[in-house]
């Protein structure tokens, strides 16, 4: 948001997505997931006539959904949405006269000096190219007769991180995707208060890791599943 302690532009999409807040006052605003208790959001789509002085207001009400996390090198940081919504009839407005972007600031790129305290399923320092986690909710509709609504019936969070291959003496990937061992995954993004978001999954359990090749230099291509402890701390994000 730009300002340490003080929600994103985005809260409300991620609130919308089985997310629930933590705020410590000119430090902090933590995301973590709920398995209950869901807020919802109203979606507004302006589409403006020719000369902009009307507008078809198509509004989508009762909105949920889940979204996706994609960091890689040479580009910027992403959050992607994928909601889901109740119809509403479109209506001919007047267009809005202003709207404000005071929350939603210059991202950064990641590299070595943005990007940092690194740690890919316990293993420190790793040289990171692309990280990745789909939250993975699932998305019902209902449709009844004497109701109607959008749902979160479950979550599945997983994703994918590729980093420069090491050798088993260094840190056994493979021995560590063939027996499952849960490690963790984390980072943070930023470097000026207001513009940082650390990431962590604590219990990120990897998949079968495969070999790709990046301009002449090996890397690893790892999935994963975030896995719970208890319920919901497969994952966090922290906003500072």
């Known amino acids: 948001s730009g300002t340490a302690g003080t929600a994103p532009g985005f809260d409300a999409l991620l609130q919308a997505c089985g997310m629930a807040s933590t705020v410590v006052a000119t430090t902090s605003v933590t995301y973590n997931p709920i398995s209950a ?7 507004y789509f302006y589409l403006p006539n020719d000369a902009n002085t009307k507008a078809t207001l198509h509004k989508i009400t009762g909105v949920r959904g889940d ?3 994609n960091l890689a090198v040479k580009t910027i940081p992403t959050i992607k949405f994928t909601m889901t919504g109740l119809y ?3 209506i001919g407005v007047a267009p809005p006269t202003s709207i404000s972007f005071g ?3 210059k991202p950064v790129p990641p590299n070595s000096q943005n990007t940092t305290g690194v740690t890919l399923f316990g293993y420190a320092t790793p040289a990171l190219e692309k990280f990745n986690l789909k939250i993975g909710n ?3 509709f209902r449709n009844l007769v004497g109701d109607q609504y959008v749902f979160l019936s479950d979550r599945n969070s997983m994703g994918q991180v590729d980093f420069e291959a090491l050798t088993p003496d260094v840190f056994d990937m493979f021995a560590a995707a063939n027996v499952g061992t ?3 995954i984390s980072f943070t993004h930023g470097t000026v208060a207001g513009n940082k978001v650390a990431v962590s999954i ?6 079968n890791p495969t070999y790709a090749d990046s301009t002449g230099v090996q890397m690893f291509q790892v999935p ?3 896995q719970t402890t208890i319920r919901n701390d497969d994952f966090t994000l922290a906003f500072t």
């Open 37 to 43: 208790g869901f807020s919802s959001n109203t979606l």
């Open 67 to 69: 979204f996706e996390l």
């Open 88 to 90: 509403n009839a479109p």
């Open 103 to 105: 929350k939603f600031i």
């Open 138 to 140: 699932k998305v019902e």
């Open 182 to 184: 849960p490690g963790a």
């Open 202 to 207: 604590p219990k990120s359990q990897p998949q």
């Open 224 to 226: 994963y599943i975030a």
